[in-house]
């Protein structure tokens, strides 16, 4: 990415040094040839070089979206992450709570006096109580393990979509510098035989 950063630098900064090269001379032909001569020509490399930046412009655009996209996708992976992170503790101590339960039901039970028999009924339902809570506990730790597994299918899908669109561009980038050299080179050839 620093790579693609660097030659979209350089290929500004020859952009600027051909502008001003460009402007400089017309100011020392002047003399020598009238203005009408060099309009033409001088109106299509203009024209050439707002194309190409406004190309450059454009994916520049779609590179920063890219980008921005793949953050997004990464925070919302984060949070799924920190939410199964957070109901598999909850799992752990609604296990835990159920085995303390599970004891303390078994204890009642092998008491079987009369008001243990009350406070093993109230904790049979405190029980099934916690038992529906644990299963409750793992459906959602099975639907944040899939959320996570989707959004770490789409990160990945999205950076190999970025990839792509980078080469792309970086392909589309290199036609276009290579277009205006040649148009520059035209251009400056087309100079010298008009004087």
């Known amino acids: 990415m620093q790579a693609k950063q660097a030659q979209q630098e350089r290929f500004r900064q020859r952009l600027e040094k051909l502008r001003r090269e460009k ?29 190409l930046e406004k190309k450059l412009a454009a994916q520049n655009e779609r590179t920063a979206e890219e980008k921005r996209r793949s953050r997004q996708l ?18 752990a101590d609604r296990e835990r709570q159920c085995g303390e339960l599970q004891r303390a039901a078994a204890d009642m039970e092998s008491s079987r006096q009369a008001y243990a028999e009350e ?12 038992e529906e809570q644990v299963e ?29 669109e980078l080469q792309r561009m970086e392909s589309k980038t290199a036609a276009s510098q290579k277009l205006l050299q040649q148009t520059l080179l ?3 050839s087309i100079q010298p035989q008009r004087s």
């Open 74 to 91: 990464a925070l919302e992976l984060k949070a799924a992450r920190q939410a199964g992170y957070e109901a598999r503790q909850q799992l």
């Open 136 to 164: 409750e506990q793992r459906l959602i730790q099975l639907f944040l393990q899939g959320t996570i597994t989707e959004l770490s299918h789409r990160q990945k899908k999205t950076e190999k979509r970025h990839q792509i």
């Open 23 to 51: 402007a400089e001379q017309p100011e020392r032909d002047e003399a020598v040839q009238p203005a009408e001569s060099l309009a033409p020509g001088e109106e299509g490399f203009r024209k050439s070089l707002r194309k």
């Open 119 to 130: 406070a093993a009924a109230s904790l049979r339902e405190q029980l099934a109580h916690a």
């Open 186 to 188: 035209h251009a400056m």
